[in-house]
């Protein structure tokens, strides 16, 4: 009988049973039932691999060909350039052939939010002498992605595309891309005596940086140590210096750069490397590694000046080639009312207030646009727009709005005395001074706190609440200037007669910012309020710019009694010989804190033309004497 047909019985005589292989002319048979349990076996042990991938930990899965933390080992080094990036892999099919099977595994990972890198790679299994499956891991190739050196490392790398520009209202940047140089220290080649060396040249504390290093050598710590950002100029200025150091790096970054470093920086805000905070907060946006604002407008707009970040995948064996890349959206610029001579007018006046805080706002008259905003020293709050302040005598300006809807005449004479008492309380002029029996356009030209004490007697409780904000003091506009922090002033209601008098002339529980007081200067000027704008786009909602108009007669008169204060009030000596046209004005000096005598702090607001402003001394002896110069100063900058 021929061997073909000894096969054919053989086959036909073993019901139920399959040739699974033969050698030396012998044969072997595994029942059907066998045959679906191996491959069961083969895919199990398939899936339990492709979900300790998933779980980033393949230490617990049975390899041929290497042990399991050589295989650990390897997923480690090729993987940690993926950072935590979340990775889901499958089986998608899996053939087995005798003691062997073969297939094929979907591999996902998140590399970022919405940023998927999928791929398929080959799955080798083979069967053990215990009947176990094992994962093949040949030794020479990566199992981790396809067409990866064995040694090769991933690496997934944020991308960012151009940030949007800050614009001012003519177009012109008022932040745009600029290069910096960040000054480093690189603890394995840097010394004690080289990094003493560069603590004078960047003038740092003696010993500070030292420390650092100190503490980086004490751990075996790599990492580069930030010392300090450079713009151009500086940083070529001082290269020399720094070239001869050794252990210094300073590559060059390209970040947003205003005119110069303290060109409106409490406003325009900080950018630079986020911090765990922020990365926190992002809910995926940010990364360690990233660069983002940090405050001010920088910060709350991060996102639209930022735009969207990308992703890119590479191997460390050939970089050049992104095995995964998705774009980044470029930022979208933001236009500012903003007017850069104006801004650099009141930074430049605001210098002469040295170290004490100021700030100065200006607003154009026409539109109720936000000039200027602008505090020094520049490292600190923008309290131009946050700070919450007594306005003091400033307010008298809302105050005599109402009187003067009361159907008050300028040319009534209200005694000016030295001192009068309220519900018990004492109230005086500033220095002692008394007028006497004056017209009131007299007592307001030099700003009698008694005469306006006597006329708060008059009034209703609500009286210079609603004054107020007619001339947007308490307006609510702040919730519409898209700052986040704004305050545009507090006048509360009075409750009875002592705070109906502390109110009249901006103490007790007033409170006001400097740019609320330059609203409310502007509103005088146009004789209408309009809600304040500072951000032309994107569009914030919510304002409402339609002029509230003023009282016609009312508002005329108050703009000739805010002429008195310069011409022959309190602001005539600083305001003499100011040139550009007529000022007008109000001086105010606000008492706070619990000293004997208390503190006071300076203001003075006004207008000239078509720009009305408003200035604060955080410390000074009085409007006139501190603010008003200042604003002097800065109107003189304007014509510059």
């Given at each position: ?586 001086t105010g000096t606000a008492e706070h804190g619990t000293n004997t005598p208390p503190a006071t702090r300076a203001w003075f607001v006004g207008w000239q033309g078509d720009v009305a402003f408003a200035v604060l001394v955080d410390e000074g002896r009085s409007g006139a004497t501190v603010a008003a110069p200042l604003a002097k100063d800065f109107l003189e900058n304007l014509r510059r």
């Amino acid at each position: 009988m021929s061997a073909m047909s000894r096969r054919i019985i053989i086959v036909s005589v073993v019901a139920g049973l399959v040739v699974v292989g033969g050698a030396a002319g012998g044969f072997a048979f595994v029942s059907h039932g066998e045959q679906v349990r191996l491959d069961k076996d083969a895919r199990t042990a398939a899936d339990q691999f492709a979900a300790a991938w998933s779980h980033r930990d393949v230490l617990k899965v049975g390899y041929a060909g290497r042990t399991a933390s050589q295989v650990a080992a390897s997923f480690k080094s090729t993987t940690a350039g993926l950072g935590g990036a979340p990775v889901k892999v499958a089986v998608t099919s899996l053939t087995r052939d005798g003691d062997k099977a073969n297939g094929k595994l979907s591999v996902a990972w998140t590399v970022a939010e919405g940023s998927t890198w999928a791929y398929t790679v080959p799955i080798s299994l083979q069967r053990n002498d215990i009947e176990l499956w094992d994962i093949v891991a040949k030794e020479g190739a990566s199992m981790w992605a396809p067409g990866l050196g064995a040694k090769a490392k991933l690496v997934a790398a944020r991308t960012w595309g151009k940030r949007g520009d800050v614009l001012g209202r003519d177009g012109s940047p008022l932040v745009s891309d600029g290069t910096v140089y960040d000054v480093a220290i690189d603890p394995a080649r840097a010394t004690i005596e080289s990094i003493a060396e560069l603590e004078k040249v960047v003038e740092e504390p003696p010993g500070k940086l030292v420390t650092k290093l100190s503490a980086a050598k004490a751990s075996g710590s790599k990492a580069p140590i930030f010392v300090i950002a450079y713009r151009e100029d500086p940083f070529r200025a001082l290269k020399p210096q720094l070239d001869a150091i050794v252990g210094v790096n300073y590559p060059p970054r390209v970040q947003p750069l205003a005119p110069t470093s303290d060109w409106a920086r409490p406003l325009l805000g900080s950018y630079g490397p986020v911090t765990a905070e922020a990365i926190t907060k992002g809910k995926g946006r940010y990364v360690a590694g990233d660069y983002a604002g940090l405050s001010g407008l920088q910060g709350q707009y991060d996102a639209e000046l930022g735009g969207t970040p990308g992703v890119k995948v590479t191997a460390s064996d050939k970089p050049e080639a992104p095995l995964f890349e998705k774009a980044a959206t470029a930022g979208a610029p933001m236009t500012l009312t903003l007017d850069p001579k104006t801004q650099t007018a009141a930074e430049s006046a605001l210098a002469g207030s040295g170290k004490v805080h100021s700030s100065l706002v200006a607003v154009d008259v026409k539109t109720g646009e936000l000039l200027a905003v602008a505090d020094a020293p520049t490292g600190g709050s923008n309290l131009a727009l946050q700070g919450r302040y007594q306005p003091g005598s400033t307010l008298k300006v809302a105050t005599t709005y109402a009187l003067l809807n009361k159907d008050l005449s300028p040319s009534k004479m209200v005694p000016c005395p030295k001192s009068v008492v309220v519900d018990g309380r004492t109230v005086v002029n500033y220095e002692g001074e008394s007028l006497g029996p004056v017209p009131f356009s007299v007592d307001f030209a030099h700003s009698c706190n008694t005469a306006f004490t006597k006329l708060a007697a008059t009034m209703g409780d609500s009286d210079v609440h609603d004054a107020a904000a007619a001339l947007g003091v308490g307006a609510g506009w702040d919730k519409h200037l898209g700052i986040a922090g704004t305050f545009g002033g507090s006048v509360p209601v009075a409750n009875g007669g002592t705070d109906r008098a502390a109110t009249a002339f901006g103490q007790g529980r007033t409170e006001a910012s400097p740019a609320s007081l330059a609203v409310m200067a502007a509103s005088v000027a146009r004789g209408s309020y309009i809600e304040p704008a500072l951000i032309r786009s994107p569009a914030v909602p919510g304002a409402d710019r339609t002029p509230k108009l003023l009282d016609a007669k009312v508002a005329g008169q108050l703009r000739d009694l805010m002429r008195l204060v310069v011409t022959k009030g309190t602001a005539t000596v600083p305001m003499r010989g100011v040139t550009g046209g007529p000022v007008y004005g109000k001086t105010g000096t606000a008492e706070h804190g619990t000293n004997t005598p208390p503190a006071t702090r300076a203001w003075f607001v006004g207008w000239q033309g078509d720009v009305a402003f408003a200035v604060l001394v955080d410390e000074g002896r009085s409007g006139a004497t501190v603010a008003a110069p200042l604003a002097k100063d800065f109107l003189e900058n304007l014509r510059r």
